[in-house]
């Protein structure tokens, strides 16, 4: 059994998925690993989180959402805090051309280790800010 390492720096990290079952396994996998997991299940759900707390140290969102995407919503909480770093999630293999491009990916599926990876390189860059 392999073990899973902790986290370079712990933080609050708002996870945003329309997919209830992704977005639980995500946060769980995270508060596992001594993250605190916010979740919300729509970009204006994570907004208003966005709005209303002040702690929130990474957002990861997924591309492909009702309403308001992925892209629209980093967009929408860049505003709030212009320094958030952000994580975007999609299962498509491409994001429609220019969407999204400058921000950190994940494909899905990803494996825990690519995720805790992904998590520590953006966190550690906002730590040397």
């Known amino acids: 059994m392999t073990s899973i ?3 370079a720096r712990r933080a609050t990290i708002l996870v ?3 997919d209830a079952l992704i977005t639980l396994n995500l946060a769980d996998q995270l ?9 919300a299940y729509s970009g204006r759900e994570a907004l208003t989180l966005l ?4 702690d929130i140290q990474l957002l990861v969102t997924d591309f492909s959402m009702p309403g308001m ?3 629209e919503l980093i967009e ?10 952000v994580l975007l999630t999609s299962g498509y293999a491409e994001l429609p051309e220019g969407v999204g491009a400058d921000y950190p990916r ?22 040397s800010i």
């Open 51 to 54: 709005q209303t707390r002040s």
């Open 31 to 39: 508060a596992e690993l001594g993250h605190v997991a916010l979740e």
């Open 106 to 127: 994940l494909e899905k599926p990803f494996r825990e280790d690519e995720l805790i990876r992904r998590v520590d390189e953006l966190l550690a860059d906002t730590a």
């Open 76 to 85: 929408a909480a860049h505003g709030l805090y212009p320094g958030l770093p």
């Open 5 to 7: 390492p902790f986290p």
């Open 16 to 18: 945003v998925d329309d």
């Open 69 to 71: 995407n992925g892209v």
